[in-house]
C-alpha cells in the first residue's frame, strides 16, 4: 500500500510539475516544528506550526488552516463561489478562493504556512497554485485523520466509508479504497484493514462504479429512484429521508446484490447492474404516479435497512479485532445518522464521534491535523472541550449594515434591546426566522450560526417551510435544536448530539408537542444546543422555552433548494429577500421585508 501510494504521489508530481520534498519538510526559514527557534543570542521564541490543508475529491472542496494542532478556520468553497458542492467550476477551481479564506481569517499570508497537505483522490486543478508546496496523503486517511483528532477520545477504532477514495494499479487495472479500518492513539493512525473495489472508468468521474462499496451502492439506489443533486451525482440525504415512507417490498431482494462476511462487503459489477436493472424494472411496471412513488419509498427504505446492517456487522467486526472502547467515524456513508444511531444501540461500542465534516469536505481538516500530528510526529492529545465546528469568520457590524444598505428600500430594520427575548416571541407567534451570527459551521449541517429557525409545536411548519421557503419535496423533515439539560424529556437518548448526526425517537408523549420536527416514524436527526459551543443559542431556546414551555426549536439549514448554505451577511438578505422568510436576524439586526419606515 506504501509503495502504491509513493508511485500515485509520484505520478501527480510529474502532471504538477513539483519537485519533490520529503514529507514534512519545512520551507527554509523554519527549523523545525514547535521547537525553539533562536532569533538572537539573547532572544529565543518558538515557532507556531500553521498547516494548510486542502481537501475534496471531485466534488466538496474545502480548505483548513490549524496552527499548533489547533484548527483556526475552515470553509467549503461552495460557500464563496455560490455553486453547490462546487461541482463543475472547470478552471474557476484554481482560484482555491477557500486558502485565500482561511489564511485571511489568521491574519497570514502563504509564506507563513510550514506544510501544505492535500489528500491525492482531489483534483489537482484545486492545488494548483500550490503545487511546489503539496505534501499528498490518502483520501482514507484524510478522512480518519479528520475524525480521531478532532474527537474527545485519547485512544480509538476508526472506521471510514464512502463511495470511493485514493486509487492503485493492480494487475492491469484501477482500484480505490472503499471501506478502511483503523486504530487511533497518541502515536497516530494504524491501518487495521483496508478494503478497495476494481474501478469501472466511465467518461465521467461522478459516475464511475466502485466495487464492494456501500457509499457507492447507497447513492446508486438514490439516482435509480430519481434522487440527484449537481453534477447528476446521488442525492443519499432525500433517500434516507423517504426510507421510513416504505415497506420491507425489496429488503429481501436488495440482499441478493451482494455478500458481507469477516468485516468484507463485497459487490460485483454484475452485482451493481442487476441492482439498478431491477430499480428501472419495478419502476417500469408501476402503473400509475403513485405507484412510482410507492416503488421509490419502498427501494429506499430497503437501502437504508441493508446499509444499516451492513454497517452494524463492520462495526462488530471492528470492535472483535481491536476491543476498543470508542469509535470515531468518517466518510460519506457516516452522513447517515440514522445508522449512526443504530451503531450506538447495537454495537459494543460506548462512545461514538462522528466529525461534522463527514463528508469530503472534511478531508481539508483530516490533510491539516495529519499534517501535524502524522508528519510532524506530535503526540495527539485530545482537548477538553468539545470539537467547535464554528469555523468560518466573523462579520462585523459595518459588513452587516452595509448588506442592509444595499436593499435599504426593501427593508425595515430594529436592533432590540432584548434580542433573545424578541426573537423567541416572534418564533413563537409563527414567524419563520433566517438566523445568521458569528462564525459559520463546517460540514454540510445548519447548527445554529447559519440556520432557519421555527416552531416546532405546529404541525403545518413543516409543510410551510418544504413549500414556501426550502422549495423541495414535501417529505423532507426537519431536525429539532433542544437544550442539553432538557434532551431527555424529548427524545430517547441522553447521549448529546452536537452535530446532527444521531437520529433517536422523539418520545411518544411529545410527538404532538413538536411534530414539526417528528418525523413520519417518530424519530428526529436532533441536535443538542450545549453553552460552551453555541452560548447564543442556548439564550435563545431558553427565551422560547419562557414563553412556551418548549426548550426546542425547528433547525434547517439556510439556504434555498440546491444552494449552499449562506455565508456573508449579502448572502443572506438576498436569500431573505427571495423566500417567504418572515424575519431575518443579522447579528444584532432584525430585519422585516417591506418600505423603510
Same mark, same amino acid.
Given at each position: 500500500?506504501?509503495?502504491?501510494?509513493?508511485?500515485?504521489?509520484?505520478?501527480?508530481?510529474?502532471?504538477?510539475?513539483?519537485?519533490?520534498?520529503?514529507?514534512?519538510?519545512?520551507?527554509?526559514?523554519?527549523?523545525?516544528? /514547535? @521547537?525553539? +527557534?533562536?532569533?538572537?543570542?539573547? =532572544?529565543?521564541? #518558538?515557532?507556531?506550526?500553521?498547516?494548510? %490543508? !486542502? $481537501?475534496?475529491?471531485?466534488?466538496?472542496?474545502?480548505?483548513?488552516?490549524?496552527?499548533? /494542532? @489547533?484548527? +483556526?478556520?475552515?470553509?467549503?468553497? =461552495?460557500?464563496? #463561489?455560490?455553486?453547490?458542492?462546487?461541482? %463543475? !467550476? $472547470?478552471?474557476?477551481?484554481?482560484?482555491?478562493?477557500?486558502?485565500?479564506?482561511?489564511?485571511?481569517?489568521?491574519?497570514?499570508?502563504?509564506?507563513?504556512?510550514?506544510?501544505?497537505?492535500?489528500?491525492?483522490?482531489?483534483?489537482?486543478?484545486?492545488?494548483?497554485?500550490?503545487?511546489?508546496?503539496?505534501?499528498?496523503?490518502?483520501?482514507?486517511?484524510?478522512?480518519?485523520?479528520?475524525?480521531?483528532?478532532?474527537?474527545?477520545?485519547?485512544?480509538?477504532?476508526?472506521?471510514?466509508?464512502?463511495?470511493?477514495?485514493?486509487?492503485?494499479?493492480?494487475?492491469?487495472?484501477?482500484?480505490?479504497?472503499?471501506?478502511?479500518?483503523?486504530?487511533?492513539?497518541?502515536?497516530?493512525?494504524?491501518?487495521?484493514?483496508?478494503?478497495?473495489?476494481?474501478?469501472?472508468?466511465?467518461?465521467?468521474?461522478?459516475?464511475?462504479?466502485?466495487?464492494?462499496?456501500?457509499?457507492?451502492?447507497?447513492?446508486?439506489?438514490?439516482?435509480?429512484?430519481?434522487?440527484?443533486?449537481?453534477?447528476?451525482?446521488?442525492?443519499?440525504?432525500?433517500?434516507?429521508?423517504?426510507?421510513?415512507?416504505?415497506?420491507?417490498?425489496?429488503?429481501?431482494?436488495?440482499?441478493?446484490?451482494?455478500?458481507?462476511?469477516?468485516?468484507?462487503?463485497?459487490?460485483?459489477?454484475?452485482?451493481?447492474?442487476?441492482?439498478?436493472?431491477?430499480?428501472?424494472?419495478?419502476?417500469?411496471?408501476?402503473?400509475?404516479?403513485?405507484?412510482?412513488?410507492?416503488?421509490?419509498?419502498?427501494?429506499?427504505?430497503?437501502?437504508?435497512?441493508?446499509?444499516?446492517?451492513?454497517?452494524?456487522?463492520?462495526?462488530?467486526?471492528?470492535?472483535?479485532?481491536?476491543?476498543?472502547?470508542?469509535?470515531?467515524?468518517?466518510?460519506?456513508?457516516?452522513?447517515?445518522?440514522?445508522?449512526?444511531?443504530?451503531?450506538?444501540?447495537?454495537?459494543?461500542?460506548?462512545?461514538?464521534?462522528?466529525?461534522?465534516?463527514?463528508?469530503?469536505?472534511?478531508?481539508?481538516?483530516?490533510?491539516?491535523?495529519?499534517?501535524?500530528?502524522?508528519?510532524?510526529?506530535?503526540?495527539?492529545?485530545?482537548?477538553?472541550?468539545?470539537?467547535?465546528?464554528?469555523?468560518?469568520?466573523?462579520?462585523?457590524?459595518?459588513?452587516?449594515?452595509?448588506?442592509?444598505?444595499?436593499?435599504?428600500?426593501?427593508?425595515?430594520?430594529?436592533?432590540?434591546?432584548?434580542?433573545?427575548?424578541?426573537?423567541?416571541?416572534?418564533?413563537?407567534?409563527?414567524?419563520?426566522?433566517?438566523?445568521?451570527?458569528?462564525?459559520?459551521?463546517?460540514?454540510?449541517?445548519?447548527?445554529?450560526?447559519?440556520?432557519?429557525?421555527?416552531?416546532?409545536?405546529?404541525?403545518?411548519?413543516?409543510?410551510?417551510?418544504?413549500?414556501?421557503?426550502?422549495?423541495?419535496?414535501?417529505?423532507?423533515?426537519?431536525?429539532?435544536?433542544?437544550?442539553?439539560?432538557?434532551?431527555?424529556?424529548?427524545?430517547?437518548?441522553?447521549?448529546?448530539?452536537?452535530?446532527?448526526?444521531?437520529?433517536?425517537?422523539?418520545?411518544?408523549?411529545?410527538?404532538?408537542?413538536?411534530?414539526?420536527?417528528?418525523?413520519?416514524?417518530?424519530?428526529?436527526?436532533?441536535?443538542?444546543?450545549?453553552?460552551?459551543?453555541?452560548?447564543?443559542?442556548?439564550?435563545?431556546?431558553?427565551?422560547?422555552?419562557?414563553?412556551?414551555?418548549?426548550?426546542?426549536?425547528?433547525?434547517?439549514?439556510?439556504?434555498?433548494?440546491?444552494?449552499?448554505?449562506?455565508?456573508?451577511?449579502?448572502?443572506?438578505?438576498?436569500?431573505?429577500?427571495?423566500?417567504?422568510?418572515?424575519?431575518?436576524?443579522?447579528?444584532?439586526?432584525?430585519?422585516?421585508?417591506?418600505?423603510?419606515?
Amino acid at each position: 500500500m506504501r509503495a502504491a501510494a509513493r508511485a500515485t504521489r509520484t505520478l501527480r508530481d510529474q502532471l504538477l510539475g513539483r519537485p519533490r520534498r520529503s514529507a514534512g519538510e519545512l520551507r527554509p526559514d523554519r527549523r523545525a516544528y /514547535g @521547537r525553539q +527557534v533562536t532569533e538572537s543570542d539573547d =532572544e529565543q521564541r #518558538t515557532a507556531v506550526v500553521r498547516i494548510l %490543508g !486542502l $481537501g475534496g475529491s471531485h466534488h466538496d472542496f474545502c480548505a483548513c488552516l490549524i496552527e499548533d /494542532g @489547533r484548527v +483556526v478556520s475552515a470553509i467549503e468553497e =461552495e460557500r464563496l #463561489t455560490r455553486k453547490k458542492i462546487a461541482f %463543475g !467550476l $472547470g478552471p474557476r477551481l484554481q482560484r482555491c478562493l477557500s486558502a485565500d479564506y482561511v489564511l485571511s481569517e489568521a491574519g497570514v499570508g502563504i509564506d507563513d504556512v510550514d506544510l501544505v497537505v492535500a489528500n491525492d483522490f482531489v483534483n489537482p486543478v484545486f492545488t494548483l497554485r500550490f503545487r511546489d508546496r503539496v505534501d499528498w496523503i490518502g483520501h482514507h486517511l484524510s478522512h480518519a485523520a479528520s475524525t480521531f483528532y478532532t474527537s474527545p477520545f485519547e485512544r480509538a477504532a476508526v472506521l471510514v466509508m464512502d463511495g470511493r477514495g485514493s486509487t492503485v494499479a493492480r494487475n492491469g487495472e484501477l482500484y480505490g479504497e472503499t471501506i478502511s479500518f483503523y486504530t487511533a492513539g497518541p502515536d497516530g493512525l494504524q491501518v487495521v484493514r483496508g478494503l478497495h473495489g476494481r474501478v469501472t472508468l466511465t467518461d465521467r468521474r461522478s459516475e464511475d462504479p466502485y466495487e464492494d462499496s456501500v457509499g457507492w451502492m447507497y447513492e446508486a439506489v438514490s439516482k435509480a429512484i430519481g434522487f440527484l443533486t449537481s453534477g447528476g451525482m446521488g442525492a443519499p440525504g432525500k433517500t434516507m429521508g423517504l426510507a421510513p415512507y416504505g415497506t420491507p417490498r425489496y429488503v429481501q431482494a436488495l440482499g441478493e446484490f451482494y455478500v458481507l462476511r469477516d468485516g468484507e462487503f463485497r459487490q460485483s459489477t454484475s452485482q451493481q447492474i442487476a441492482l439498478r436493472t431491477l430499480i428501472e424494472r419495478e419502476l417500469a411496471r408501476a402503473g400509475t404516479p403513485a405507484a412510482r412513488d410507492e416503488v421509490r419509498a419502498d427501494f429506499a427504505y430497503a437501502v437504508q435497512e441493508h446499509t444499516e446492517r451492513i454497517v452494524i456487522a463492520l462495526v462488530r467486526w471492528l470492535h472483535e479485532k481491536t476491543g476498543a472502547r470508542d469509535l470515531c467515524l468518517a466518510g460519506g456513508v457516516a452522513l447517515n445518522s440514522v445508522a449512526n444511531y443504530k451503531l450506538l444501540e447495537q454495537t459494543p461500542f460506548e462512545r461514538i464521534h462522528v466529525v461534522p465534516a463527514a463528508g469530503d469536505q472534511g478531508t481539508a481538516l483530516g490533510a491539516a491535523l495529519h499534517g501535524y500530528y502524522g508528519l510532524a510526529g506530535n503526540s495527539w492529545k485530545p482537548a477538553p472541550e468539545p470539537f467547535s465546528p464554528y469555523l468560518g469568520r466573523t462579520y462585523g457590524a459595518a459588513e452587516i449594515d452595509a448588506a442592509i444598505e444595499a436593499e435599504q428600500d426593501r427593508l425595515q430594520t430594529v436592533r432590540p434591546d432584548d434580542l433573545h427575548g424578541h426573537v423567541a416571541k416572534e418564533l413563537a407567534s409563527g414567524a419563520i426566522v433566517g438566523w445568521f451570527q458569528g462564525r459559520s459551521e463546517i460540514g454540510p449541517r445548519a447548527l445554529g450560526n447559519r440556520s432557519i429557525l421555527a416552531d416546532p409545536r405546529a404541525a403545518e411548519m413543516k409543510d410551510r417551510i418544504n413549500a414556501k421557503v426550502k422549495h423541495r419535496e414535501a417529505f423532507r423533515p426537519f431536525a429539532p435544536v433542544v437544550l442539553h439539560e432538557r434532551q431527555e424529556e424529548f427524545f430517547t437518548t441522553a447521549v448529546p448530539t452536537p452535530y446532527m448526526l444521531m437520529v433517536p425517537d422523539v418520545r411518544e408523549d411529545r410527538r404532538d408537542v413538536i411534530p414539526a420536527v417528528t418525523h413520519v416514524d417518530g424519530s428526529a436527526r436532533m441536535q443538542t444546543a450545549l453553552p460552551e459551543l453555541n452560548p447564543g443559542l442556548c439564550e435563545l431556546l431558553r427565551a422560547f422555552d419562557r414563553i412556551t414551555g418548549v426548550p426546542v426549536l425547528l433547525n434547517t439549514s439556510f439556504n434555498d433548494n440546491e444552494e449552499p448554505i449562506v455565508e456573508t451577511p449579502q448572502d443572506a438578505v438576498r436569500c431573505f429577500l427571495k423566500t417567504e422568510l418572515d424575519l431575518l436576524v443579522l447579528g444584532d439586526v432584525v430585519l422585516r421585508k417591506g418600505p423603510k419606515a
